[in-house]
Each structure stands twice: as structure tokens, then as C-alpha cells.
């Protein structure tokens, strides 16, 4: 019930192109569902991050949608760049207790010129 | 850059030995916790310390222990080193007044030999 399922594992898109990673989660107390970006040899960057109460949530050229019947939300970044090749790891939440999050596996993403 | 520092960036120990890794939050966090990034997978969360006592702890054994200081600063200390202790570290902090935003350091790089 803890685990969130990440998919695909890579991911190759021309510039230009959207990218679209998806995840799933089984645990209904998870309330709070983050993106983040890493860069080889780097901690993980918080990307975008967002709540149940809403549907989607957009930042830039960087897009969650979020599905709560479904227990799913996805990752769109619309005119991918190859700057934004790097791995991308969804997560959850809960609000109580430890503030602990539960990661997908990542996704490889790259971004041909 | 997120606030969070980390020392040492990288390390090499031999299985049996000990090694102390250390971590700033950034200003005004008073939660720390602490990650283990295995090589192409996603961080698995260790511990976290909120008013220098554990709030939290994962599927770690008990050699893995650590110390929150009155500055909110951090060490994770790992005892009776194993080879598949061999790891990305990260810190990461947060505020209990901020949600469940979750900022990283670059992570301390573990090579267990």
C-alpha cells in the first residue's frame, strides 16, 4: 500500500515534443504528490507538486494532471528541451506524521535535438 | 540551490567500518530526514528528526542511526559497513509550518569496498 508505481522507465522524445510520465499509487492517505527532476551526479530538484483537492496544476511549460478516482497523476512537459533531459521521480505523501516520501522508480527521459 | 549542504560529497570505506555523513538544512527548516539512492533507483527514506528526535523511520536496521542538533543541523551515521550499503545519501529538510515541501541537498556519494 506504500509503494507508487512509476512508468515508462525511459523515455525518448524529439525536441520540441511533449513528455508524459505517469504514476500510480494504491494508499488514499497520500495527500500530497510531487515531481521531482535529477541531474546525473545531483540531488533530486523539486520540480511541481500538487494536492487532491485539484485536477491539474501547471508551472510554466511543466503540467500535473491528477486522476483521484484513479489514484493517478502524470508529469507533461510540453516544447521538451534537451535541457531537460535528466531522471524524473513522482512521490506521495501523507500529511500526518513523519513527513515522508514514497518514490516511483524513475523515469529516464531524454530529449533528442 | 536548495538551502541543504552536505558533507562529505564523496567517501570510500571498507565493509566493517563506520562512517559519519553530515547535513545543514536550509534556514528556517526545523525537519530533517535522510534518503539512501541505490544506483538507478529512487530514494528510500531512512529516517526523519523533527526537535532532535526521530519522527519517523523506515525499513532500515538499527545500524543506521542519526542526531538532529538545536540547529536543526544532521549526521547519519551507518555502523558495520556491507557492500550494499554502497550509496547516494541525501539529506533533505523541510518546515512543519511549509506542508509537505521537501527540499534535497546533493547527496553524499558511498562507496563501500
Known amino acids: 500500500q506504500q509503494q507508487v508505481k512509476q512508468s515508462p522507465q525511459s523515455l525518448i522524445v524529439q525536441k520540441g515534443g511533449i513528455s508524459i510520465i505517469n504514476c500510480a499509487y494504491e494508499n488514499t492517505a497520500f495527500d500530497y504528490f510531487p515531481w521531482y527532476q535529477q541531474f546525473p551526479g545531483k540531488g533530486p530538484a523539486l520540480l511541481i507538486a500538487?494536492?487532491?483537492?485539484?485536477s491539474e496544476k501547471k508551472e510554466g511549460r511543466f503540467t500535473i494532471s491528477f486522476n483521484k478516482s484513479a489514484k493517478q497523476f502524470s508529469l507533461h512537459i510540453m516544447d521538451s528541451q534537451p535541457g531537460d533531459s535528466a531522471t524524473y521521480f513522482c512521490?506521495?505523501?501523507?500529511?500526518?506524521?513523519?513527513?515522508?516520501?514514497?518514490f516511483g522508480q524513475g523515469t529516464r527521459l531524454t530529449i533528442n535535438p | 540551490e536548495t538551502g541543504v549542504t552536505q558533507s562529505p560529497t564523496h567517501l570510500i570505506k571498507t565493509r566493517g567500518q563506520q562512517v559519519t555523513l553530515r547535513c545543514s538544512s536550509q534556514?528556517?527548516?526545523?525537519?530533517v530526514s535522510w534518503y539512501q539512492q541505490a544506483l538507478g533507483q529512487g530514494p528510500q527514506f531512512i529516517f526523519q528528526y523533527y526537535r532532535e528526535e526521530e519522527n519517523g523511520r523506515g525499513n532500515f536496521p538499527p545500524r543506521f542511526s542519526g542526531l538532529q542538533f538545536p540547529n536543526y543541523s544532521s549526521e547519519l551515521n551507518v555502523n558495520a559497513l556491507e557492500l550494499d550499503d554502497s550509496a547516494l545519501y541525501l539529506c533533505?529538510?523541510?518546515?512543519?509550518?511549509?506542508?509537505?515541501?521537501?527540499?534535497f541537498g546533493e547527496g553524499s556519494w558511498l562507496t563501500v569496498v
Open positions: 533533505a529538510s523541510s518546515s512543519t509550518g511549509s506542508g509537505n515541501t521537501i527540499y
Open positions: 534556514s528556517g527548516h526545523n525537519t
Open positions: 500538487i494536492r487532491p483537492d485539484v
Open positions: 512521490a506521495a505523501s501523507m500529511h500526518q506524521g513523519a513527513q515522508k516520501l514514497v
